[in-house]
């Protein structure tokens, strides 16, 4: 199943180069537009035009990923609440600015799950860092908590880099990766890149994504466009949009240095203009994101999914509907195996919840054994088992509790107690388990092992709370 058929791809691809060539895109930083001049193209002031010529030989660079379903669909938790700057407060009930504490939770929740599968500071910009370069202090903390591969949304800014000296901050934190973890060969981490919407490159963006290129890292382009606010009021006007900012940066990226792999995602949503605030939990984000992920596969360009997106600012029925529907519904829409997921994010990316991390980590491991089956067997003794069970008319004394555990999971955090009308409790026992879930693994935790000279370079960066 699909959404899109070729024609509409291949309008709108049409339509965004030539958005390219008349409307043009802007590129906030001077050294980007001189390179973009020597290359003949036609520039006014900072508005970029990019002709056909220009974007096919950019095209032509930009490695290839052919899709090929592989059947072996699956959830995956890239890392906890993407970047989060308010955490909702699991005991309060408030919303309340992130901090150092809230960071290193996350840390150690993260650890201590096998769903995991990449790191990222996930509290953006914590209160509490004392650091003189809070961005390389972020990327530290990483490095001290976590030993996942460093796949980061989290970019330096000029509020929190040293000075404002946005593309030392870069170098250093990519440099500071490469010293702790050993890696010899790049990459030696993955970042994500958002474009400023409408149309547009801001210089903070531009840095980071120069520094990715020169440093040889993994770089994704995701652009997030609200409809009727920062882009077109239509879907596929957005669409249009979205697929001629990637293309202009697929074009920068690739005069810097040709042959440089780019991925794509999508975070582009409708607004919900009664508060003006974006909306992920609905069917339009769905569909933008993924008529967006096929006119990627249809041109060859790498493109992924993400799901357990909630708009909601409580552990409730639409937290948990959001989540599972963003996360879920991709697979029954169009020709997609994996889907990435950062547990825990509420009020669409503002906001992060530990229990609600908790509760999506619960989502993955269900929906996983949905998606992926369960490798029965028959049991060889099955036949003399229901003759037996004629005489006992029970399984409890003939049965085998090693097929029982190996077929059967009963979830330990979702509630499965029922209705006793003689036992009634105000206390509501997912919550519980919840948080007995959340102590446990808090305390599970071991810091990663590091050298002295290991952890004599990240204490010059690590907020004075988190220092050895």
């Not at 919407?197 to 890292?217: F, G």
């Not at 997921?341 to 491991?365: Q, R, T, V």
Request: charged share 25%; aromatic share 8%; with cysteine.
């Amino acid at each position: 199943m699909k959404l899109l058929n070729s024609e509409t791809i291949e309008s709108i691809y049409e339509k965004a180069t030539d958005i390219l060539a008349t409307v043009g895109v802007e590129f906030e930083m001077n050294s980007a537009v001189e390179l973009f001049k020597k290359k003949d193209a036609t520039v006014d002031g900072r508005k970029v035009f990019i002709s056909q010529s220009l974007l096919k030989e950019a095209l032509d660079s930009l490695p290839k990923v052919k899709y090929t379903p592989t059947h072996n669909k699956r959830l995956i938790a890239a890392s906890p609440f993407s970047n989060a700057p308010m955490i909702i407060d699991d005991i309060t009930g408030k919303i309340r600015r992130g901090n150092i504490q809230d960071a290193v939770k996350m840390y150690q929740l993260a650890e201590t799950c096998d769903l995991y599968e990449s790191v990222n500071p996930g509290v953006a910009d914590p209160e509490g860092n004392d650091n003189e370069d809070q961005y390389v202090s972020q990327i530290a903390m990483m490095l001290k908590y976590s030993d996942k591969f460093p796949n980061l949304s989290l970019r330096a800014t000029k509020s929190t880099s040293k000075n404002g000296d946005v593309y030392t901050s870069a170098k250093k934190a990519i440099q500071l990766i490469k010293e702790i973890k050993g890696y010899e060969s790049s990459p030696v981490l993955g970042q994500g890149i958002c474009p400023m919407a409408p149309l547009s490159y801001d210089e903070e963006s531009l840095i980071n994504l120069t520094v990715l290129v020169e440093e040889e890292q993994d770089i994704t382009i995701f652009p997030c466009t609200l409809s009727f606010m920062t882009g077109p009021e239509s879907l596929l006007g957005i669409i249009v949009h979205d697929m001629a900012i990637c293309l202009a940066g697929v074009v920068y990226v690739q005069l810097l240095k040709p042959g440089t792999s780019v991925a794509f995602s999508n975070f582009s949503t409708m607004t919900d203009m009664r508060s003006l605030q974006p909306a992920y939990g609905s069917p339009e984000f769905l569909h933008v994101q993924i008529m967006f992920y096929e006119v990627c596969l249809h041109f060859e360009m790498n493109c992924f999914l993400c799901g357990c997106l909630s708009d909601g600012t409580r552990n409730d029925y639409q937290g948990g509907f959001e989540s599972c529907f963003t996360s879920i519904a991709p697979y029954y829409m169009t020709h997609v195996d994996e889907i990435w997921c950062h547990p825990g994010i509420m009020a669409a990316f503002a906001g992060g919840s530990f229990k609600k991390m908790i509760l999506d980590e619960e989502l993955l491991i269900n929906c996983n054994r949905t998606l992926q089956g369960l490798n029965l067997s028959f049991d060889p003794m099955l036949k003399d088992k229901l003759a037996e069970s004629l005489e006992t008319k029970s399984f409890l004394t003939i049965g085998s509790p090693a097929i029982y555990r190996k077929e059967h999971r009963v979830s330990n955090i979702f509630d499965k107690k029922g209705i006793d009308p003689d036992n009634f409790s105000s206390i509501i026992p997912i919550d519980v388990n919840v948080s007995k879930e959340i102590e446990k693994r808090c305390a599970a935790y071991i810091l990663p092992d590091r050298s002295k000279a290991q952890k004599n370079r990240l204490q010059k960066y690590l907020p004075t709370e988190c220092k050895y």
